[in-house]
């Protein structure tokens, strides 16, 4: 099976997204108590160390596009035997870190809408995999949380 390249417009999407985030507090931004900027850096370490872990556990299935890499394993231990999209959840919690860390209530709504983003991604992923993937909804049954164990 070669690789396909589903939907470029995803990667381009989420690019644009983090670079809105990022660039958010020079547009707004509030002095908010020591311990919501603390508790944003805490959760940006938190979320670095949740996708190193991911990324790890992943290996070379890692593929930036939507759906399996070529030759691609389904991955089920790991970080992917408590969630079925670590990577994604990592990245949602790092950019919410980033709005607590920096007071940007524009960045907070950038993570939401990456939030947002992160779970039709997901979805369409999820819908590939099935589809290409054996053990695929097997393993869908085991993990059933897609982001955050025990809630969604």
């Known amino acids: 099976m070669t690789e396909r390249r589903d939907g470029p417009w995803w990667v381009a999407a ?40 991911a990324y790890r556990s992943l ?15 389904l991955r089920t231990s790991g970080a992917y035997g408590v ?3 670590p990577v994604y959840a990592g990245w ?3 950019a919410g870190g980033w709005a607590l860390a920096t007071g940007s209530e524009p960045a907070l709504a950038g993570a939401a809408l990456i939030g947002l ?10 819908r590939l995999l099935a589809a290409r993937t054996a053990g695929y909804s097997a393993y869908r049954g085991r993990v059933p949380q897609r982001f955050i164990p025990g809630v969604y």
């Open 14 to 53: 989420q690019t644009g997204l983090f670079v809105g985030c990022l660039a958010a507090p020079l547009v707004r931004r509030r002095r908010l108590p020591a311990s919501v900027r603390i508790g944003g850096l805490a959760t940006m370490a938190g979320s670095v160390a949740w996708m190193a872990w």
């Open 59 to 73: 290996g070379a299935s890692h593929s930036a596009w939507v759906g399996p890499a070529a030759g691609a394993e």
């Open 83 to 85: 969630v079925r999209h």
């Open 92 to 94: 949602i919690g790092l």
């Open 117 to 126: 983003f992160y779970a039709a991604r997901a979805a369409t992923e999820e």
